[in-house]
């Protein structure tokens, strides 16, 4: 029974509701008869001991339950009953005490004129303190400059809260009532609300008797997140600069300009980030006025898809001085590319332009067609052949040809300038063709129409590089400048004073120094001396001139190129190239597709 009694304190228990029952109404003794309840002497105890009072303790009242431990019941019963013991409610907390102690900026407007009610202290510091009951437009000149008023306008007619991202605050904002000294950034939202009426209005002129229509301006301080913007884009900016300058610095600086070609490239980064791609370009002059033009792309983007690009570039100028057919070079790239990365894949167009022939000879490896544009302003696609991207292996690459003469235009170009996500690359394609045959002008004006026409700007999401080479017609005394002299020699005795007396009177018809005439003589004595001894029939010896150069080539039936070496005292043979080398600006040889090879040799003429 004491144990029992005793856990009726436990709170939450049925026992201890059972408890106050019985407290409440409690058992008689024995040989005591027992009353209703409600006379009960001790019913009279309970409301003094809700109120905190409790009675003194009688006999009848405690029972067999000790008088302290019933009083000490009763009062933990009365603490649990009292209010002050439950936690505070929102709406016991005063609206000016919630908003006053908020960091951000706030600010309370009512009525169509968004006359001021209330600005919290953080809106006091940056702004200064506002006159309560004035207009918006006279108390809050601030909101006005960053054009709030309009948006707060909004916000009343049509109930909904509307935001207005990092508006800048200048330091000093708020006239001499602000202290904030630099710049912030703010972003404010407009909120709906009713404004009560439970008083006389801040401004005693104005009379507060309903309800007003209102609009809470909070503004939340983002200057911390604006400016680690800013560093961050600034930080990308920088690296963009440092990868944009990488791929330029592995360009060409200064593109090399032939005789008989006018040519000009342009390369644009894509996007913003600091991942440039791998787009090259190239122009090199392989002597006897050939031209040699190249355009590739590495797939991917970053350092290492430029570095990949730098090194093909390297080999592929290399590679271009052996003076090997365009599918030779693409050849010899594809087995350097599986080398130098297994991983990158890139595509390449070889060509090389020969002004005694006027075609166009390249060789593809997985790029885009060349476009041709004829005189008379019709464009159409080089053909076939196409072989695979460079770093696959097991391909033959072959050569193809287009022709190329006076009047012609052409454009090698990147898949940046014409591949979109939502068209086929061939459509893209055919719009620069059409863009193409409309492109006047010189080869750089070209590239820009290009660019324009395609819809290419600095926020493109690919990088474009685009070469441009134009063969100009020659009229008038641009014209006198360029000339042509081509003599067959059958063999025999005759042949090499025939071919002496032959440059003799060209070189002179052409109105060159006697210094300049003697040596053109002995220089195309020499090679058709060699290609008597060393070579066999068709042979042909072709002498030509343009503005900077005259240029002699002799060309035979046998493909074993001629090689300088030191001739001994006694020989009697070993001299020619020798001779040649020493007299002329440069030389060169190299195999034709005929199975023949030329031998060629320069001089510089004197500019003016």
Not at 316 to 335: C, F, K, N, S, T
Not at 384 to 399: I, Q
Not at 416 to 437: N, Q, S, T
Request: proline share 8%; hydrophobic share 40%.
């Amino acid at each position: 029974m004491i144990f029992t009694r005793w856990s009726a304190k436990f709170p939450g228990t049925q026992r201890r509701g059972a408890a106050r029952s019985d407290r409440a109404a409690p058992r008689p003794a024995s040989g005591t008869p027992s009353g209703p309840p409600e006379t009960a002497p001790e019913a009279a105890a309970v409301p003094a001991a809700v109120d905190g009072t409790p009675s003194p303790p009688t006999a009848a009242a405690t029972g067999s339950v000790p008088a302290a431990r019933a009083e000490h019941e009763d009062t933990a019963a009365s603490q649990e009953a009292t209010p002050a013991a439950l936690p505070p409610t929102v709406d016991a907390l005063s609206v000016h005490e919630i908003l006053g102690t908020i960091p951000a900026l706030v600010a309370v407007v009512y009525g169509p004129e968004h006359r001021l009610a209330y600005v919290n202290g953080a809106y006091a510091t940056v702004f200064g303190a506002r006159p309560a009951g004035r207009t918006a437009r006279e108390a809050l000149p601030e909101l006005d400059a960053l054009g709030l008023l309009p948006l707060m306008d909004q916000v009343l007619r049509s109930g909904k809260p509307r935001t207005v991202k990092s508006r800048k605050v200048a330091g000093g904002a708020g006239g001499a009532g602000g202290d904030r000294t630099r710049d912030g950034y703010y972003t404010f939202t407009c909120t709906p609300i009713e404004v009560a009426a439970s008083g006389p209005a801040p401004d005693p002129e104005v009379a507060c008797v309903a309800p007003h229509k209102g609009v809470l301006v909070f503004g939340a301080d983002v200057t911390d997140q604006i400016e680690s913007a800013e560093r961050l884009r600034a930080s990308e900016a920088s690296q963009r600069e440092a990868a944009v300058t990488l791929q330029r610095s592995l360009l060409p600086q200064e593109l090399e300009q032939p005789d008989d070609l006018r040519v000009a490239a342009t390369y644009q980064p894509g996007g913003t980030d600091a991942a440039v791609g791998g787009d090259w370009y190239d122009v090199i002059t392989l002597g006897a006025g050939r031209t040699a033009l190249v355009i590739g792309d590495v797939m991917g983007r970053g350092v290492r898809a430029a570095a990949v690009m730098g090194q093909l570039r390297t080999a592929v100028r290399a590679y271009a001085r052996l003076d090997l057919p365009p599918h030779e070079v693409l050849q010899l790239l594809d087995g350097l590319a599986a080398e130098i990365d297994a991983s990158q894949i890139a595509t390449c167009v070889y060509a090389v332009h020969d002004p005694n022939e006027g075609r166009l000879v390249y060789a593809s490896a997985g790029h885009l067609p060349i476009l041709v544009r004829d005189p008379d302003g019709s464009v159409r696609r080089a053909a076939e052949p196409t072989g695979p991207p460079l770093g696959t292996g097991g391909w033959l690459h072959t050569s193809g040809s287009v022709p190329l003469g006076p009047g012609s235009s052409a454009v090698l170009y990147t898949d940046g300038l014409v591949e979109r996500r939502d068209k086929d690359i061939d459509d893209g394609v055919e719009a620069l063709e059409r863009a193409f045959a409309g492109a006047a002008g010189a080869p750089d004006i070209v590239c820009d129409r290009l660019l324009r026409s395609l819809g290419i700007t600095a926020t493109h999401d690919d990088d474009v590089a685009i070469l441009v080479l134009q063969h100009p017609e020659r009229t008038g005394h641009d014209a006198e400048l360029f000339h042509n002299a081509a003599l067959e020699l059958h063999g025999g005795t005759e042949a090499a004073p025939r071919a002496r007396a032959f440059a003799s009177g060209v070189l002179a018809s052409w109105r060159f120094s006697p210094e300049l005439h003697d040596l053109g003589v002995l220089a195309a004595s020499e090679l058709v001396a060699n290609s008597l001894q060393h070579g066999h029939p068709p042979m042909r010896l072709r002498l030509r001139r343009t503005d900077r150069r005259l240029i002699i080539e002799v060309t035979d039936g046998d493909d074993h190129l001629p090689r300088r070496r030191r001739a001994e005292p006694v020989d009697e043979a070993g001299r020619g190239i020798s001779i040649v080398a020493t007299i002329a600006s440069a030389w060169g040889s190299r195999r034709t597709p005929g199975g023949g090879k030329a031998v060629w040799c320069e001089f510089a003429l004197p500019r003016g």
